[in-house]
Protein backbone atom coordinates (compact mmCIF):
# COMPACT_ATOMS: atom_id res chain seq x y z
CA UNK A 1 0.00 0.00 0.00
CA UNK A 2 1.50 3.66 -0.93
CA UNK A 3 2.26 5.74 1.81
CA UNK A 4 0.95 9.28 1.59
CA UNK A 5 2.62 12.31 2.33
CA UNK A 6 3.11 13.57 5.58
CA UNK A 7 -0.02 15.20 7.32
CA UNK A 8 0.49 17.76 10.18
CA UNK A 9 -0.39 17.37 13.34
CA UNK A 10 -3.48 20.01 13.35
CA UNK A 11 -5.69 16.82 11.47
CA UNK A 12 -4.87 13.92 14.10
CA UNK A 13 -5.81 16.40 16.77
CA UNK A 14 -8.78 17.93 14.61
CA UNK A 15 -10.16 13.94 14.31
CA UNK A 16 -10.42 13.49 18.13
CA UNK A 17 -11.03 17.19 19.05
CA UNK A 18 -14.54 16.56 18.36
CA UNK A 19 -14.96 14.33 21.50
CA UNK A 20 -14.24 17.60 23.73
CA UNK A 21 -16.20 20.80 24.23
CA UNK A 22 -13.13 22.37 23.01
CA UNK A 23 -13.20 22.67 19.32
CA UNK A 24 -10.22 22.02 17.02
CA UNK A 25 -7.02 23.25 18.46
CA UNK A 26 -5.39 25.81 17.55
CA UNK A 27 -1.44 25.92 17.72
CA UNK A 28 -1.11 29.39 16.12
CA UNK A 29 -1.17 33.21 18.44
CA UNK A 30 -1.07 32.14 21.98
CA UNK A 31 1.02 29.01 21.02
CA UNK A 32 3.92 31.09 19.72
CA UNK A 33 3.86 32.99 22.26
CA UNK A 34 4.32 30.29 25.07
CA UNK A 35 7.12 27.94 22.88
CA UNK A 36 9.97 30.13 24.09
CA UNK A 37 9.09 30.12 27.90
CA UNK A 38 7.76 26.02 27.32
CA UNK A 39 11.43 25.23 25.72
CA UNK A 40 13.21 26.66 28.65
CA UNK A 41 11.36 24.89 30.98
CA UNK A 42 12.28 22.21 29.48
CA UNK A 43 16.11 22.57 29.25
CA UNK A 44 15.66 23.32 33.25
CA UNK A 45 13.49 20.36 33.83
CA UNK A 46 16.27 17.87 31.85
CA UNK A 47 18.92 19.85 33.90
CA UNK A 48 17.39 19.75 36.75
CA UNK A 49 16.65 15.51 36.55
CA UNK A 50 20.17 14.53 35.04
CA UNK A 51 21.11 13.12 38.24
CA UNK A 52 18.49 10.66 38.15
CA UNK A 53 19.39 6.86 38.59
CA UNK A 54 17.26 5.42 35.48
CA UNK A 55 16.42 1.36 35.97
CA UNK A 56 14.82 -0.64 33.05
CA UNK A 57 12.42 -3.33 33.74
CA UNK A 58 9.23 -4.74 31.49
CA UNK A 59 6.07 -3.81 31.65
CA UNK A 60 2.86 -4.46 30.50
CA UNK A 61 1.25 -0.95 31.31
CA UNK A 62 3.23 2.48 31.92
CA UNK A 63 4.88 1.89 35.62
CA UNK A 64 6.65 4.33 37.99
CA UNK A 65 10.23 3.72 38.48
CA UNK A 66 11.69 5.71 41.55
CA UNK A 67 14.73 7.53 40.97
CA UNK A 68 17.00 9.43 43.41
CA UNK A 69 18.08 12.77 42.72
CA UNK A 70 20.19 14.81 44.19
CA UNK A 71 18.56 17.30 46.95
CA UNK A 72 18.89 20.55 44.65
CA UNK A 73 17.18 18.90 41.63
CA UNK A 74 14.96 16.92 43.80
CA UNK A 75 14.03 20.82 44.91
CA UNK A 76 13.49 22.51 41.91
CA UNK A 77 11.75 19.42 40.19
CA UNK A 78 9.15 18.63 42.92
CA UNK A 79 8.33 22.57 43.23
CA UNK A 80 8.26 23.26 39.55
CA UNK A 81 4.57 25.11 38.85
CA UNK A 82 4.40 22.81 35.30
CA UNK A 83 4.14 19.24 35.21
CA UNK A 84 6.81 17.78 34.40
CA UNK A 85 7.66 13.87 33.16
CA UNK A 86 10.50 12.15 32.42
CA UNK A 87 10.25 8.97 30.34
CA UNK A 88 12.25 5.97 28.97
CA UNK A 89 11.29 4.95 25.57
CA UNK A 90 14.43 2.98 24.73
CA UNK A 91 12.05 0.11 23.90
CA UNK A 92 10.55 2.04 21.17
CA UNK A 93 13.54 3.48 19.54
CA UNK A 94 13.97 -0.57 18.26
CA UNK A 95 10.88 -0.49 16.78
CA UNK A 96 11.33 2.52 15.15
CA UNK A 97 14.49 1.78 13.76
CA UNK A 98 13.01 -1.99 12.11
CA UNK A 99 9.76 0.40 10.71
CA UNK A 100 12.55 2.45 8.87
CA UNK A 101 14.31 -0.63 7.57
CA UNK A 102 11.30 -1.44 5.97
CA UNK A 103 10.52 1.17 4.23
CA UNK A 104 8.30 2.96 6.63
CA UNK A 105 8.51 7.36 5.45
CA UNK A 106 4.95 8.00 6.44
CA UNK A 107 4.76 7.56 10.01
CA UNK A 108 1.79 9.72 11.09
CA UNK A 109 -0.22 7.68 7.95
CA UNK A 110 1.31 4.17 9.18
CA UNK A 111 0.56 4.43 13.25
CA UNK A 112 -2.65 5.73 12.08
CA UNK A 113 -3.38 2.59 9.81
CA UNK A 114 -2.13 0.75 12.79
CA UNK A 115 -3.04 1.31 15.46
CA UNK A 116 -1.50 -2.10 17.50
CA UNK A 117 1.62 -0.73 16.68
CA UNK A 118 0.81 1.96 18.81
CA UNK A 119 -0.79 0.31 21.90
CA UNK A 120 2.57 -2.13 21.77
CA UNK A 121 4.65 1.00 21.55
CA UNK A 122 2.82 2.44 24.37
CA UNK A 123 3.42 -0.70 26.62
CA UNK A 124 7.30 -0.41 26.16
CA UNK A 125 7.06 3.28 27.64
CA UNK A 126 8.89 3.49 31.31
CA UNK A 127 7.79 6.75 33.13
CA UNK A 128 11.04 7.31 35.28
CA UNK A 129 9.78 10.34 37.00
CA UNK A 130 6.33 13.00 37.50
CA UNK A 131 6.14 16.37 39.69
CA UNK A 132 3.36 17.03 41.82
CA UNK A 133 2.05 19.54 39.48
CA UNK A 134 1.40 16.88 36.94
CA UNK A 135 -0.76 15.25 39.28
CA UNK A 136 -2.63 18.46 40.23
CA UNK A 137 -3.15 18.48 36.79
CA UNK A 138 -5.20 15.16 36.76
CA UNK A 139 -6.58 15.86 40.31
CA UNK A 140 -4.66 13.00 41.37
CA UNK A 141 -2.82 12.97 45.34
CA UNK A 142 0.35 11.14 44.12
CA UNK A 143 2.51 9.87 40.99
CA UNK A 144 1.10 5.80 41.23
CA UNK A 145 -2.12 7.46 40.83
CA UNK A 146 -1.59 9.20 38.22
CA UNK A 147 0.37 6.36 36.66
CA UNK A 148 -2.58 3.83 37.35
CA UNK A 149 -5.18 6.78 35.62
CA UNK A 150 -3.43 7.41 32.75
CA UNK A 151 -2.76 3.61 31.82
CA UNK A 152 -6.54 3.11 32.03
CA UNK A 153 -8.08 1.99 28.50
CA UNK A 154 -10.30 4.85 28.49
CA UNK A 155 -7.76 7.73 29.02
CA UNK A 156 -5.29 5.91 26.36
CA UNK A 157 -7.99 5.80 23.67
CA UNK A 158 -8.55 9.73 23.61
CA UNK A 159 -4.47 9.77 23.92
CA UNK A 160 -4.28 7.61 21.26
CA UNK A 161 -4.04 10.64 18.61
CA UNK A 162 -1.27 12.29 20.57
CA UNK A 163 0.10 9.20 20.98
CA UNK A 164 0.72 8.57 17.12
CA UNK A 165 1.79 12.36 17.00
CA UNK A 166 4.58 11.96 19.46
CA UNK A 167 5.62 8.97 17.83
CA UNK A 168 5.87 10.23 14.24
CA UNK A 169 7.50 12.94 15.74
CA UNK A 170 10.10 11.13 17.03
CA UNK A 171 10.56 8.92 14.56
CA UNK A 172 11.22 12.47 12.12
CA UNK A 173 14.09 13.00 14.25
CA UNK A 174 12.36 15.90 15.61
CA UNK A 175 14.60 16.85 19.01
CA UNK A 176 11.61 19.40 20.40
CA UNK A 177 7.93 19.72 19.47
CA UNK A 178 4.39 21.26 21.20
CA UNK A 179 1.25 19.95 20.92
CA UNK A 180 -2.28 20.53 22.56
CA UNK A 181 -2.86 17.25 24.21
CA UNK A 182 -6.46 16.03 25.06
CA UNK A 183 -7.34 14.18 28.57
CA UNK A 184 -9.86 13.46 31.03
CA UNK A 185 -8.76 14.50 34.93
CA UNK A 186 -9.82 11.80 37.45
CA UNK A 187 -13.14 13.47 38.71
CA UNK A 188 -13.89 13.15 34.82
CA UNK A 189 -13.95 16.61 33.79
CA UNK A 190 -12.65 16.55 29.97
CA UNK A 191 -8.84 18.10 29.94
CA UNK A 192 -6.95 20.06 27.85
CA UNK A 193 -2.49 20.70 28.24
CA UNK A 194 -0.32 22.43 26.00
CA UNK A 195 2.50 19.87 25.82
CA UNK A 196 6.22 20.46 24.90
CA UNK A 197 8.81 17.52 24.49
CA UNK A 198 12.22 17.23 24.52
CA UNK A 199 14.90 14.85 23.39
CA UNK A 200 18.06 15.20 25.47
CA UNK A 201 21.66 15.20 24.37
CA UNK A 202 22.36 12.41 26.16
CA UNK A 203 19.58 10.63 24.56
CA UNK A 204 19.58 11.17 20.89
CA UNK A 205 20.58 7.65 19.92
CA UNK A 206 19.15 5.66 22.62
CA UNK A 207 15.86 7.38 23.81
CA UNK A 208 16.40 6.61 27.03
CA UNK A 209 15.32 9.75 28.49
CA UNK A 210 12.54 11.78 26.86
CA UNK A 211 11.11 15.02 29.09
CA UNK A 212 7.93 16.21 28.60
CA UNK A 213 6.39 19.62 30.31
CA UNK A 214 2.32 20.27 30.31
CA UNK A 215 0.50 23.32 31.38
CA UNK A 216 -3.59 23.21 31.58
CA UNK A 217 -5.23 24.99 29.08
CA UNK A 218 -8.58 24.05 29.81
CA UNK A 219 -10.39 27.45 30.73
CA UNK A 220 -8.59 28.95 28.07
CA UNK A 221 -9.54 26.28 25.16
CA UNK A 222 -13.15 26.96 26.56
CA UNK A 223 -13.42 30.50 26.32
CA UNK A 224 -11.95 30.49 22.68
CA UNK A 225 -14.18 27.97 21.76
CA UNK A 226 -17.26 29.57 23.20
CA UNK A 227 -16.29 32.49 21.46
CA UNK A 228 -15.99 30.80 18.17
CA UNK A 229 -19.46 29.56 18.91
CA UNK A 230 -20.67 33.32 19.60
CA UNK A 231 -18.99 34.10 16.12
CA UNK A 232 -21.14 31.23 14.03
CA UNK A 233 -23.94 31.92 15.48
CA UNK A 234 -24.00 35.71 14.95
CA UNK A 235 -22.96 34.79 11.16
CA UNK A 236 -25.64 32.39 10.93
CA UNK A 237 -28.01 35.31 12.21
CA UNK A 238 -26.84 37.80 9.69
CA UNK A 239 -27.15 34.92 6.91
CA UNK A 240 -30.83 33.92 8.07
CA UNK A 241 -31.74 37.81 7.83
CA UNK A 242 -30.02 38.02 4.50
CA UNK A 243 -31.47 35.57 3.29
CA UNK A 244 -35.13 36.05 4.72
CA UNK A 245 -34.90 40.11 3.93
CA UNK A 246 -33.52 38.60 -0.10
CA UNK A 247 -36.17 36.69 -0.01
CA UNK A 248 -39.01 38.79 1.14
CA UNK A 249 -38.01 41.81 -0.77
CA UNK A 250 -40.81 41.13 -3.65
CA UNK A 251 -43.28 40.37 -1.07
CA UNK A 252 -42.67 43.49 0.77
CA UNK A 253 -42.62 45.96 -2.16
CA UNK A 254 -45.52 44.91 -4.32
CA UNK A 255 -48.59 45.68 -1.56
CA UNK A 256 -46.83 48.68 -1.08
CA UNK A 257 -46.34 50.17 -4.68
CA UNK A 258 -49.88 48.71 -5.00
CA UNK A 259 -50.68 50.84 -2.04
CA UNK A 260 -48.63 53.90 -2.56
CA UNK A 261 -49.83 53.72 -6.46
CA UNK A 262 -53.94 53.89 -5.53
CA UNK A 263 -53.14 56.35 -3.38
CA UNK A 264 -51.48 58.98 -5.76
CA UNK A 265 -54.69 58.20 -8.19
CA UNK A 266 -56.77 59.38 -5.25
CA UNK A 267 -54.73 62.25 -3.88
CA UNK A 268 -55.02 63.50 -7.89
CA UNK A 269 -58.62 62.96 -8.32
CA UNK A 270 -57.83 61.29 -11.29
CA UNK A 271 -61.31 59.30 -11.41
CA UNK A 272 -63.22 62.45 -9.96
CA UNK A 273 -63.69 64.16 -7.06
CA UNK A 274 -63.52 62.55 -3.65
CA UNK A 275 -66.02 65.18 -1.98
CA UNK A 276 -63.92 65.78 1.44
CA UNK A 277 -60.80 67.74 1.44
CA UNK A 278 -60.15 65.64 4.26
CA UNK A 279 -60.04 62.89 1.94
CA UNK A 280 -57.28 64.29 -0.28
CA UNK A 281 -55.08 64.91 2.92
CA UNK A 282 -55.84 60.93 4.04
CA UNK A 283 -54.73 60.21 0.45
CA UNK A 284 -51.75 62.04 0.34
CA UNK A 285 -50.44 60.87 3.66
CA UNK A 286 -50.85 57.34 2.78
CA UNK A 287 -49.20 58.12 -0.16
CA UNK A 288 -46.16 59.54 1.76
CA UNK A 289 -45.96 57.00 4.62
CA UNK A 290 -45.89 54.39 1.72
CA UNK A 291 -42.93 55.88 -0.24
CA UNK A 292 -40.97 56.11 3.55
CA UNK A 293 -41.83 52.05 4.25
CA UNK A 294 -40.56 51.65 0.78
CA UNK A 295 -37.40 53.66 0.64
CA UNK A 296 -36.75 51.89 4.78
CA UNK A 297 -37.06 48.49 3.14
CA UNK A 298 -34.77 48.88 0.25
CA UNK A 299 -32.32 50.77 2.64
CA UNK A 300 -32.55 47.33 4.68
CA UNK A 301 -31.89 45.76 1.33
CA UNK A 302 -28.91 47.66 0.60
CA UNK A 303 -27.20 47.00 3.87
CA UNK A 304 -28.21 43.37 4.26
CA UNK A 305 -26.42 42.82 0.51
CA UNK A 306 -23.45 45.01 1.99
CA UNK A 307 -23.32 43.08 5.16
CA UNK A 308 -23.05 39.78 3.66
CA UNK A 309 -20.48 40.67 0.54
CA UNK A 310 -23.30 40.74 -1.91
CA UNK A 311 -23.35 44.10 -3.32
CA UNK A 312 -21.89 43.82 -6.54
CA UNK A 313 -20.25 47.01 -7.57
CA UNK A 314 -19.91 47.99 -11.20
CA UNK A 315 -17.02 50.27 -11.86
CA UNK A 316 -16.85 52.84 -14.64
CA UNK A 317 -14.80 56.04 -14.57
CA UNK A 318 -16.59 59.47 -15.04
CA UNK A 319 -16.49 63.16 -13.54
CA UNK A 320 -17.73 63.60 -9.95
CA UNK A 321 -18.74 66.99 -10.30
CA UNK A 322 -21.14 65.75 -13.44
CA UNK A 323 -22.90 63.55 -11.03
CA UNK A 324 -22.62 65.96 -7.98
CA UNK A 325 -25.27 68.12 -10.52
CA UNK A 326 -27.56 65.51 -11.20
CA UNK A 327 -28.06 65.13 -7.18
CA UNK A 328 -28.68 68.81 -6.87
CA UNK A 329 -30.68 68.97 -9.23
CA UNK A 330 -32.94 65.68 -7.16
CA UNK A 331 -33.64 67.42 -3.90
CA UNK A 332 -34.22 71.28 -5.70
CA UNK A 333 -37.62 71.01 -5.62
CA UNK A 334 -38.42 69.69 -1.78
CA UNK A 335 -35.35 72.04 -0.77
CA UNK A 336 -37.35 74.81 -2.17
CA UNK A 337 -40.36 73.63 -0.56
CA UNK A 338 -38.63 73.74 2.68
CA UNK A 339 -37.04 77.31 1.94
CA UNK A 340 -33.73 76.21 2.36
CA UNK A 341 -31.28 76.72 -0.17
CA UNK A 342 -28.87 74.84 -2.36
CA UNK A 343 -25.41 75.67 -4.14
CA UNK A 344 -23.17 73.73 -5.86
CA UNK A 345 -20.08 75.41 -4.93
CA UNK A 346 -17.59 75.27 -8.19
CA UNK A 347 -15.56 72.07 -7.69
CA UNK A 348 -12.12 71.29 -8.00
CA UNK A 349 -13.26 67.66 -9.17
CA UNK A 350 -11.64 67.70 -12.86
CA UNK A 351 -10.45 64.48 -12.39
CA UNK A 352 -11.53 61.15 -13.54
CA UNK A 353 -12.40 58.69 -10.75
CA UNK A 354 -13.11 55.10 -11.26
CA UNK A 355 -16.23 54.27 -8.84
CA UNK A 356 -19.32 53.00 -8.75
CA UNK A 357 -21.77 55.44 -10.04
CA UNK A 358 -24.72 54.41 -8.91
CA UNK A 359 -23.20 53.68 -5.49
CA UNK A 360 -21.84 57.20 -4.89
CA UNK A 361 -24.99 58.94 -6.70
CA UNK A 362 -26.86 57.20 -3.52
CA UNK A 363 -24.07 58.51 -1.21
CA UNK A 364 -24.09 61.86 -2.05
CA UNK A 365 -28.68 61.59 -2.20
CA UNK A 366 -28.10 60.47 1.55
CA UNK A 367 -26.29 63.28 2.61
CA UNK A 368 -28.13 65.65 0.91
CA UNK A 369 -30.91 64.21 2.24
CA UNK A 370 -29.67 64.22 5.44
CA UNK A 371 -28.77 67.45 5.58
CA UNK A 372 -32.82 68.44 4.33
CA UNK A 373 -33.71 66.88 7.20
CA UNK A 374 -31.88 68.50 9.79
CA UNK A 375 -32.23 72.15 8.05
CA UNK A 376 -35.15 74.72 8.75
CA UNK A 377 -36.22 77.93 6.40
CA UNK A 378 -33.30 80.41 5.98
CA UNK A 379 -30.92 77.56 6.43
CA UNK A 380 -28.15 76.81 3.20
CA UNK A 381 -26.94 73.39 2.05
CA UNK A 382 -23.20 73.53 -0.05
CA UNK A 383 -22.27 70.40 -1.92
CA UNK A 384 -18.52 70.59 -2.83
CA UNK A 385 -15.84 67.82 -4.47
CA UNK A 386 -12.12 68.14 -4.63
CA UNK A 387 -9.58 65.84 -5.75
CA UNK A 388 -5.50 65.43 -4.78
CA UNK A 389 -3.38 63.30 -3.72
CA UNK A 390 -5.00 60.39 -5.73
CA UNK A 391 -8.43 61.03 -3.07
CA UNK A 392 -11.55 62.08 -4.20
CA UNK A 393 -13.46 64.02 -1.74
CA UNK A 394 -17.17 64.84 -2.16
CA UNK A 395 -18.53 67.16 0.90
CA UNK A 396 -21.78 68.41 2.03
CA UNK A 397 -22.46 71.16 4.14
CA UNK A 398 -25.37 72.38 6.37
CA UNK A 399 -25.71 75.64 8.01
CA UNK A 400 -28.79 73.50 10.51
CA UNK A 401 -28.91 72.66 13.81
CA UNK A 402 -25.16 70.64 14.27
CA UNK A 403 -24.80 67.64 16.54
CA UNK A 404 -22.91 67.68 19.69
CA UNK A 405 -19.35 65.95 19.72
CA UNK A 406 -20.45 63.10 22.12
CA UNK A 407 -23.16 61.87 19.33
CA UNK A 408 -20.50 61.98 16.53
CA UNK A 409 -19.42 58.50 17.12
CA UNK A 410 -22.50 56.78 16.91
CA UNK A 411 -23.67 58.60 13.65
CA UNK A 412 -23.16 55.89 11.41
CA UNK A 413 -24.70 53.38 13.41
CA UNK A 414 -27.34 51.65 12.08
CA UNK A 415 -30.84 52.79 12.71
CA UNK A 416 -29.01 55.81 14.43
CA UNK A 417 -31.51 58.91 13.07
CA UNK A 418 -28.90 61.39 14.53
CA UNK A 419 -31.23 63.28 17.48
CA UNK A 420 -33.36 62.01 20.28
CA UNK A 421 -36.75 63.78 19.50
CA UNK A 422 -38.38 61.67 17.04
CA UNK A 423 -40.01 64.98 16.04
CA UNK A 424 -36.91 66.26 15.21
CA UNK A 425 -35.57 62.83 13.42
CA UNK A 426 -38.65 63.16 11.11
CA UNK A 427 -39.12 60.37 8.57
CA UNK A 428 -35.37 59.32 8.79
CA UNK A 429 -35.09 55.64 8.95
CA UNK A 430 -31.42 55.80 10.36
CA UNK A 431 -29.66 53.84 7.83
CA UNK A 432 -28.49 56.30 5.38
CA UNK A 433 -25.40 57.13 6.71
CA UNK A 434 -24.61 53.63 8.08
CA UNK A 435 -25.15 52.98 4.19
CA UNK A 436 -22.78 55.66 2.98
CA UNK A 437 -20.16 54.61 4.91
CA UNK A 438 -20.70 50.93 3.99
CA UNK A 439 -20.79 51.93 0.46
CA UNK A 440 -17.61 54.17 0.59
CA UNK A 441 -15.90 51.25 2.88
CA UNK A 442 -16.83 48.91 -0.31
CA UNK A 443 -13.90 51.05 -2.21
CA UNK A 444 -11.14 51.61 0.18
CA UNK A 445 -12.47 54.57 0.98
CA UNK A 446 -14.43 56.19 4.46
CA UNK A 447 -16.59 58.93 5.78
CA UNK A 448 -15.58 62.13 8.03
CA UNK A 449 -17.96 63.91 10.15
CA UNK A 450 -17.33 67.53 11.66
CA UNK A 451 -20.19 69.28 13.33
CA UNK A 452 -20.25 71.76 15.95
CA UNK A 453 -23.76 72.41 17.94
CA UNK A 454 -25.32 75.19 16.25
CA UNK A 455 -22.99 75.86 13.55
CA UNK A 456 -23.82 72.78 11.34
CA UNK A 457 -22.13 69.81 9.59
CA UNK A 458 -19.95 69.31 6.81
CA UNK A 459 -20.08 65.56 6.14
CA UNK A 460 -17.31 63.85 3.85
CA UNK A 461 -17.15 61.23 1.36
CA UNK A 462 -13.13 60.09 0.92
CA UNK A 463 -12.57 57.59 -2.16
CA UNK A 464 -9.09 56.37 -3.96
CA UNK A 465 -9.16 57.32 -7.44
CA UNK A 466 -8.33 53.83 -8.17
CA UNK A 467 -10.90 51.78 -5.96
CA UNK A 468 -9.23 49.59 -3.42
CA UNK A 469 -11.92 46.80 -3.25
CA UNK A 470 -12.96 46.28 0.54
CA UNK A 471 -15.23 42.97 0.39
CA UNK A 472 -17.69 42.62 -2.19
CA UNK A 473 -16.96 42.38 -5.42
CA UNK A 474 -16.33 44.74 -8.46
CA UNK A 475 -16.73 44.61 -12.08
CA UNK A 476 -15.41 47.37 -14.60
CA UNK A 477 -16.82 48.31 -17.55
CA UNK A 478 -14.69 49.86 -20.27
Sequence with gaps: ????????????????????PFGAPNLSGWAAGHA????????????????????????????????????????????????????????VKPMIDELKRQGVTDF????????????????????????PA????????????????????????????????????????????????????HDGRPLMTWTSTLVPDDSVDDWKRIISTEEEITIRRTASAE????????EEAIQVKSSFLANMSHELRTPLNAIIGFSEILHGQVLGPLGDDKYIEYAADIEASGH???????DMLDMSKIESDEYPL????????????????????????????????????????????????QMILNLLSNALRYSVAGDTIEIFAKCEDNVCRVSVTDSGAGIDESDIAR???????????????????????????????????????????????????????QPRLIGGTGTRRR
Excluded at 68 to 84: K, M, Q, V
Excluded at 292 to 298: A, S, T, Y
Aim: aromatic letters at 8%.
Design 1 to 20: MPIAELRPYSGAVASSASQY
Design 36 to 91: GRLLSSLIWASSAISQAKRFIGRRLRPRFIRSSLGSSGAFFFDNAPIGIWEEDYSG
Design 108 to 131: HAYFTENPEVVERAFEAIKVIRVN
Design 134 to 185: ACRIYGVESSRMLMDWTSTNEHAEIMRPFYINELARLAEGARVFHHEQPGIA
Design 227 to 234: IDRTKRRA
Design 292 to 298: HLLDLIN
Design 314 to 361: DLSRFNPAFLMSDCEALVLTRAAQQGVQVRNRLSEANELIEADKRALK
Design 411 to 465: LTDPFNAGVSDPYLAGDSSGLGLAITCALAKLHGGCVEIESVRGAGTTVSILLPM
